[in-house]
């Protein structure tokens, strides 16, 4: 993991540490107050993919997901620590990250730890009926509301959950990675239609679960997934397969979130997904798009139409 400025310069390691430096290192996420990041590795003591926090300047570094014991698990002691963890997200008070990880039973569930003691907590298990909660979502205001997908016993199925409310009531299946509105009222997924039989299209819907709504994507494309918010809440972008180039890894999309106006972003580069938009800085000229591909060795970056409000 490396941080450096937006033109490249002053570039500088985060993840190395010596000889206890994490191997395949992978997922930064900044906190939204600017001043951490975290981030999942191998750890080179347990072998096993934890959660690092660290200044932005690299110090301070600390694993949050320490197994056998090493840090204390609210309401769960005398069990092992997660194994696998991923999908690392922060609370909008920059103090708790939150993951998922898999327990010794083979079930994966939702963490969270503290960012200053470090003591971390296990939010959901299996006595509650729950054999797998992943892709845990912060939402971005200051109200402590968590999304997650959760499949329960007896299922094959999974949904999405948000303090209670299950907002994919009906669908066959859902799924993340989860994403918030920048408001914070709305959440979008991927799910597969129970109606049409289409999998993989993009929903969204209250943080309640009413007004639910799916963007209609082209009748061509396929495995449509990685939902990601413009700015202004007024757009969603997504990675799917088809179109024009049908066969061809996955491309970015963007539409309107009624669906309307769907558009392919560009033709390059392959096997994109995860498509992350830049805010809008106060002098506006454009809104862009950031997008990962696995035949560049950066994301790359393409403009798109600019956000409502004080753009040219």
Same mark, same amino acid.
């Given at each position: ?20 430096? $994490? ?20 750890? !080179? ?9 660290? %200044? ?10 320490? +197994?056998?014991?090493? @840090?204390?698990?609210?309401?769960? /002691? ?16 920059? %103090?708790?990250? @939150?993951?998922?990880? &898999?327990?010794? #039973? ?5 963490? &969270? ?14 006595? #509650?009926?729950? +054999?797998?909660?992943?892709? $845990?979502?912060?939402? /971005? ?7 997650? &997908? ?10 999405? @959950? ?9 669908? +066959? ?27 993989? %299209? ?14 209609? !994507?082209?009748? #061509?494309?396929? &495995? ?6 413009? /700015? ?7 990675? =799917? ?12 999309? @963007? ?10 972003? =560009?033709? %390059? ?9 830049? !805010? +809008? ?15 560049? =060795?950066? $994301? ?6 600019? =956000?409502?409000?004080?753009? /040219?």
């Amino acid at each position: 993991i490396q941080i450096s400025n937006a033109d490249g310069s002053g570039a500088q390691p985060i993840s190395d540490g010596g000889s206890h430096t $994490p191997a395949n290192n992978e997922g930064p996420v900044f906190s939204p107050d600017g001043r951490f990041i975290a981030w999942t590795g191998i750890d !080179p003591q347990t072998d096993e993919r934890e959660v690092y926090l660290a %200044e932005i300047d690299g110090s301070s570094r600390r694993v949050l997901s320490r +197994k056998a014991g090493t @840090v204390p698990i609210v309401g769960d /002691p005398g069990r092992t620590a997660p194994i696998h963890n991923a999908f690392i997200d922060w609370r909008a008070d920059s %103090e708790r990250i @939150v993951w998922h990880g &898999q327990d010794p #039973d083979g079930y994966s569930h939702i963490y &969270q730890s503290s960012r200053i003691s470090g003591t971390m907590q296990k939010l959901t298990d299996s006595s #509650d009926g729950i +054999k797998h909660a992943v892709h $845990p979502q912060y939402s /971005p205001t200051a109200d402590d509301q968590l999304a997650f &997908q959760r499949t329960p016993f007896g299922s094959d199925f999974s949904d999405v @959950v948000v303090d209670g409310a299950i907002l994919s009531t009906g669908q +066959k299946n859902a799924y993340g990675p989860l994403a918030w509105s920048p408001d914070g009222t709305r959440l979008a997924w991927t799910a597969n239609n129970a109606v049409s039989g289409a999998a993989s %299209e993009i929903y969204h819907a209250r943080r309640d679960g009413t007004d639910r709504t799916i963007v209609n !994507p082209a009748e #061509d494309l396929t &495995q449509n997934s990685f939902p990601a918010w413009s /700015p202004d809440g007024t757009q969603l972008a997504w990675a =799917a397969r088809g179109g024009p180039h049908p066969a061809v890894s996955m491309r970015i999309w @963007v539409a309107d979130t009624d669906g309307r106006n769907t558009y392919l972003l =560009a033709e %390059e580069p392959d096997n994109a997904r995860y498509p992350t938009w830049r !805010p +809008k800085p106060a002098s506006c000229t454009s809104t862009t798009l950031s997008i990962g591909g696995a035949a560049t =060795a950066e $994301p790359t970056t393409h403009a798109v139409r600019c =956000a409502l409000g004080g753009c /040219p």
